[in-house]
């Protein structure tokens, strides 16, 4: 089956730098992304990886290693409206979009 | 750009009747838009997608005489839940696909919908 691996909840501190990793194994790999979803909110796209590296856009970056299925998010110089669930998904082999269930991020003062 | 728009935001109906949610693509053509629906602390699940001109493709499990989808146009889906019970209640979400976007085959949510059945 098709499995999206994500952690349920992490806490950081304002100002400090936060990695939130996924973990995929799906029917084959067309692209991965990354959504910033508020509560009560629809999600909103933050990012997307094809190639392995890291992809840095401001204060978030992406990884991707498609041999190891692995991703993460870093969100640096964390601010409290970064607080949100972050969402992971994987495009596979028929282009469908595979969802991870999130990682609710708490940033405390 | 890439703004899709959905509507109501919020609609509290009684069992057995219906609700009609649109989905609009507001500075874009989306030949393929999507319905999601999120559960408290779920992850997305897909329910149909949405072609223009053509019928819905449904993910398994999904009624499709219960949830109407009709992508009459390149900017507009609608998602009819006919004979709305409790356990509909829920938030319903469409994307769309910008094909303009580039290689990436971005989805980009609506605000989502809110449902209560009561």
């Known amino acids: 089956g098709q499995n999206i691996d994500q952690p349920t909840e992490m806490t950081a501190t304002e100002g400090a730098i936060v990695q939130i990793n996924c973990t995929y194994q799906?029917?084959?790999?067309?692209?991965l992304f990354w959504y910033q979803q508020h509560a009560g909110e629809a999600p909103t796209f933050l990012s997307y990886n094809v190639l392995d590296g890291l992809e840095e856009k401001g204060r978030f970056s992406s990884f991707l290693s498609r041999s190891k299925g692995y991703s993460y998010l870093l969100l640096k110089e964390l601010q409290m409206k970064d607080s949100a669930s972050y969402l992971c998904a994987v495009k596979d082999s028929n282009y469908q979009l595979i969802w991870g269930a999130g990682t609710k991020l708490i940033i405390k003062p | 750009g890439a703004v899709v728009s959905q509507h109501p935001s919020r609609v509290i109906c009684k069992s057995g009747t219906s609700v009609k949610i649109e989905c609009r693509s507001l500075?874009?053509?989306?030949?393929?838009m999507f319905w999601y629906r999120q559960f408290p602390k779920q992850s997305l699940m897909l329910m149909a997608t949405?072609?223009?001109?053509?019928?819905?493709?449904?993910e398994q499990g999904v009624e499709k005489d219960k949830f109407l989808i009709n992508h009459a146009s390149l900017t507009l889906s609608t998602l009819t839940v006919t004979s709305a019970h409790p356990e509909d209640s829920s938030f319903y979400i469409c994307?769309?696909?910008?094909?303009?976007?580039?290689?990436?085959?971005?989805?980009?949510f609506g605000p989502g919908t809110r449902l209560t059945v009561l």
């Open positions: 949405s072609n223009e001109g053509s019928k819905a493709t449904y």
């Open positions: 500075d874009f053509q989306a030949t393929t």
């Open positions: 994307s769309a696909r910008n094909l303009m976007g580039g290689d990436t085959d971005t989805q980009y």
């Open positions: 799906t029917s084959g790999f067309n692209g």
